[in-house]
């Protein structure tokens, strides 16, 4: 059986390792949280301790951590996945990190003599979940198709942007500056509507069916309008911390991001004032500026 890890099993690490489990690889899975660690094991998974226990005998090794500083301590650190990582293995860089870091770590990891896979995704938690991912995928047309057959696992499209590591991470960017921009003109749109006195779900009949409507402000609508804020998976520290990597990416190229830059300050200023919610709740924020709130019904 074909043994695989993936290192962090959070919300989307874990629907990366559920996925691969039922396309039935030996799964070993790695995370400080011990409750993750044991919802993983009851999945059927095999929890270790270290990142080199998990890379022994893998053919790939998914990264699904927060930031590039964790990406060097599970590879690089002490106990880390490239001591024990065979040569034809690779890793596979599912991380949302910086495209300089990307770049600079897969230069390491290629000096080291082993394999890398940048290849940032998108989806979210149902993605995750569901095995319905995008993959952006960056690495030699060879290695690609030596380990498509477990990336398939886990995607319904992997999309091959480059060859060499950071070009998955510069896609992913552009696609998160974006993406950003969508969610807080959502976000100000349904509280206009709130304040005009229009129901939610007007609201979302027409945006959903108008040119306007696509699966991210739609999720976005449909989580506002039933006051969900907290717990559907998109956690708001997530989209803060891709918008700062690709407002560094534009810095870094000159590159003028002005609709991305308000998005940025919109979810600052949701973090802050509510740290523990979902992207969604930004709109409270401007709800409580103007004194009114977008419901599926009125009233």
């Keep these: 059986m074909t043994k ?55 053919e790939a090794v998914f990264i699904m951590v927060m930031n590039g500083g ?56 149902p993605g995750a979940q569901g095995g319905s991912l995008t993959m952006m995928a960056a690495a030699p047309d060879a290695l690609i198709a030596a380990k498509r057959h477990i990336m398939d696992a886990v995607s319904a499209n992997i999309h091959h942007v480059g060859t060499n590591p950071g070009d998955g991470q510069s896609v992913k960017a552009c696609l998160q500056s974006l993406i950003g921009s969508i969610f807080t003109a959502t976000f100000e749109a349904s509280t206009l509507a709130a304040k005009a006195g229009i129901s939610g779900q007007v609201l979302y009949d027409v945006f959903s069916t108008s040119g306007a409507g696509c699966g991210v402000a739609n999720t976005a609508l449909g989580n506002i309008i039933d006051r969900k804020f907290s717990d559907t998976g998109s956690h708001i520290s997530t ?57 599926r019904e009125k009233g």
């Design 70 to 125: 964790q990406v060097e301590a599970v590879l690089f650190g002490a106990d880390g996945a490239l001591e024990t990582l065979s040569d034809d293995a690779a890793i596979i860089l599912t991380a949302t990190i910086k495209p300089r870091e990307g770049r600079e770590i897969g230069a390491r990891v290629i000096e080291a003599g082993k394999q890398i896979i940048d290849s940032p995704v998108s989806g979210g938690f």
């Design 239 to 295: 989209m803060h911390k891709d918008l700062t990597i690709a407002l560094g990416f534009g810095e870094e190229l000159g590159v003028p991001l002005h609709t991305a830059s308000t998005a940025m300050q919109l979810f600052h200023a949701g973090k802050t004032k509510y740290p523990d919610g979902d992207n969604w709740v930004v709109t409270r924020v401007l709800e409580e500026i103007v004194g009114a709130e977008l419901h």
């Design 4 to 58: 695989v890890g993936v290192i962090g099993l959070g919300d989307m690490g874990s629907g990366l390792a559920k996925n691969l489990l039922k396309a039935g690889f030996d799964v070993a899975g790695l995370d400080l949280s011990e409750e993750r660690r044991a919802a993983f094991v009851k999945m059927g998974g095999r929890a270790v301790e270290t990142p080199a226990a998990l890379a022994d005998g893998a």
